[in-house]
């Protein structure tokens, strides 16, 4: 339970059906500057974690902390700066869910008895497979390519047949203290947009790859340089907004050189690409060859048409249609029909 209305109406729909429920939170990072207090908004903020034991509370239900703060900031945040000096625009939300969320929830949860893990995320577990939700515009299943089969087999998804205004109508029906809070942030620990003072505070306390802070040249494809940034740990790739290029056609990041610190810029058609390369294959039902899938490539995105040539640990996809912005770091995320058979990381 984050603490959010999506996770306290699960639970409640839970209990309604007469499964025994305890509500286990995450404490995953300690607020800063930035994070207000007792607000919706901040996904397992420490603000959040009073919401939930609200909640239980009202629903007479145990509510027990789960301290996880030393293991998100190893497998999330540190790798989230890491990426950003590298030049790759990482995507903490799927590595939360792979290294975090699930695993050591399951230990949890059947270290206390119980028979499964349920969460608010809006996907379906239908026999085993994991599915889009019905409500598209809500949709988590992107995020969940790699949470595994072992850890889908032993989670249930309460909200993947609901839109978000029933669960939000369900929620004031039972009087609940976050009806009406706000969406939980993509990036839960970055205070406001923000991410540079973030990788720049945790690339400055380990003294490492300082040289990702420092400013450097904008260039074109040409090699003409064409302005100045302030880091490369502040852009990504398809960015076109802040580049403060001055007047002209309009630019897109095409690609971050971390080894000089210079952002190449490009027009929007050189900014589409119609073949991407991805690596760390996480399986769901996934088998090695050439498959006609659909691959959504970002979050919010609608997924394009593709052949995906699956190989081991890694995957080409060609896609129908070229996309504009494919980064690397972000997930690609395969689909046969609202199935997701699984995905990896963009690396090219």
Known sequence: MSGGVDSSVAAALLQAQGHEVVGLTMRLYDAGVGHGQRRGGSCCSPAEVDLARDVCAQLGLPHYVVDERERFAQ??????????????????????????????????????GFDALATGHYARNQGGALL???????????????????????????LGTWTKAEVRAHAATLGLPNADAPDSQELCF???DDHGEVVAARLQA????????????VVDVAGTVVGRHDGIHRVTVGQRRGLHLGGGDRRYVLRVIPSSRTIVVGSASEASVSRVRVAELQRLALPDGRHRFDVQLRHRAAATPAWVEVDGALATVELDTPVHGVAPGQAAVFYDGARVRGGGWITA
């Open 75 to 112: 497998a999330v945040i540190e790798p989230f700066a890491d990426d950003y000096a590298a030049g790759r625009t990482p995507n903490p939300c799927t590595r939360c869910n792979q290294h975090v969320k699930f695993a050591p929830l399951l230990a949890r949860v059947r270290a206390l």
């Open 206 to 217: 380990r003294a490492q790859d300082l040289a990702a802070l420092g400013p450097g040249d």
């Open 190 to 192: 970055v205070p406001g």
């Open 132 to 158: 889009r939700a019905v409500d598209a515009s809500k949709d988590q299943s992107y995020f969940l390519f790699a949470m595994g089969p072992d850890a889908l087999a032993h989670t249930q998804f309460p």
